[in-house]
């Protein structure tokens, strides 16, 4: 359920945001819910265009904290997938919850150098 106010970026780390952005870029491509290995992958690809050390690397945990932290301020939605891992436990996937276009007025600018 998408949240009805609109979303403060004030206190989102720029990994957040990053991972935010991946998930925007997915769902655009038709290609959500995204589980986190997936979503990194997309994750690196965009910080290669980007000239920001602030981010660094970003590792399949990173990306997982990110989506908990996000999901807890409303900014993504966790989704089954139908199916279960190796372990027996389902993996979780996640969806954007706000629009797309609050998505990149609310980012920092130095993410989007490059995006369109």
């Known amino acids: 359920m998408a949240i009805d106010t609109e979303p403060s970026f004030e206190e989102i780390s720029l990994t957040n945001q990053v ?3 991946g998930v925007a870029e997915l769902q655009q491509r038709g290609e959500t819910p995204v589980q986190t290995h997936d979503l990194r992958r997309v994750c690196k690809t965009q910080l290669e265009g980007v000239e920001t050390t602030v981010v660094g690397t970003i590792t399949e945990a990173d990306v997982m904290r990110s989506l908990y932290r996000l999901e ?3 900014f993504v939605e966790e989704r ?3 199916g279960t891992s190796p372990t ?5 996937a996640y969806t954007l919850a706000i629009d797309v276009e609050a998505l990149y007025a609310g980012v920092d600018d130095e993410l989007l150098k490059g995006d369109g």
């Open 72 to 74: 807890d301020e409303g």
């Open 88 to 92: 027996g436990k389902g993996r979780p």
């Open 19 to 21: 991972v935010l952005l």
């Open 80 to 82: 089954d997938l139908e």
